[in-house]
């Protein structure tokens, strides 16, 4: 498989007033196409700032970071949304939905954003929905639904543009055990389904998901190992 993701001595260093903070120290990685990767750590480790730098919400202050081959630091700002914004699919703790908006219109945001006719959004946004196990619940806005339902909502929002990449930080950890497990369990499905994922977590039965487990220390990577197929 290609490489989708390839760092070398990538850090990050966050200014804030008189002390620097190391985000990341020297972020050595190599991730492939289709691959299934855990990343953990204590708080503080660095994870959610590899997340940003790997999906481009954030730049490296130093090293090499590329992607699907194109080294991101000769990239413009708009290139990178671009490529964001088609490539990479991105689930958070929290949802991130917009409140007053329908599952179906959180779900076509993003293709707003590419020009799509408003009948192929609605179509596709549907069609990803009814996918996630939502097909009765396209019209509720966020606040009718339980957290699980959400985090449906927007993982469907993550994978209408048919992204590359899954990046998921903490997806379970707003959740009951219960609704976590659904959730993990469609992850599984869409990583089985050839999508690339990376995903955020503290908790190991998450972790169990992956493939793949990295633990960050300090912003640097201490473990890499490969978990046996289950
Ligand atoms: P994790 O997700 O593992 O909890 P983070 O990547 O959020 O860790 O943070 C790593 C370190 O970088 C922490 O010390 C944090 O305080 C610091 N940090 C993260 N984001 C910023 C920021 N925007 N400005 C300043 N410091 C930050
Ligand atoms: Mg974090």
């Known amino acids: 498989m290609p490489t989708l993701i390839e760092m070398e001595g990538v850090s990050k260093v966050y200014r804030t007033g008189q002390v620097d903070v190391a985000a990341l120290a020297g972020i050595t990685l190599s991730v492939e196409t289709g691959e299934y990767m855990a990343i953990m750590g204590a708080s503080g480790s660095g994870k959610s700032t590899l997340m940003n730098v ?108 048919r992204p590359l990449l899954l990046l998921a930080d903490e997806p379970t950890g707003n959740l009951d055990s219960r609704s976590g497990a659904e959730i993990m369990a469609l992850i599984d499905r869409l990583h089985a389904e050839g999508l690339t994922i990376l995903v955020v977590t503290h908790d190991a039965a998450v972790a169990g998901h992956a493939r793949r487990r990295i633990v960050l220390r300090d912003g640097q990577i201490v473990e890499d190992t490969k978990t046996v197929n289950r």
């Open 54 to 161: 790997i999906g481009f919400l954030d730049r490296p202050t130093d090293g090499v970071y590329r992607f699907a081959g194109r080294e991101v630091e000769n990239l413009s700002d708009d290139d990178l949304a671009a490529i964001r914004g088609r490539r990479i699919g991105f689930v958070f703790q929290t949802f991130q939905l917009l409140p007053r908006a329908t599952a179906l219109e959180n779900v076509e945001l993003p293709l707003v954003y590419q020009s799509v006719s408003r009948a192929e959004r609605q179509a596709h946004a549907t069609d990803i929905l009814t996918q996630v196990g939502l097909a009765d619940r396209m019209f509720h806005t966020p606040m009718e639904l339980s957290g699980g339902q959400q985090q449906r909502v927007a993982i469907a929002r993550a994978l209408v543009t």
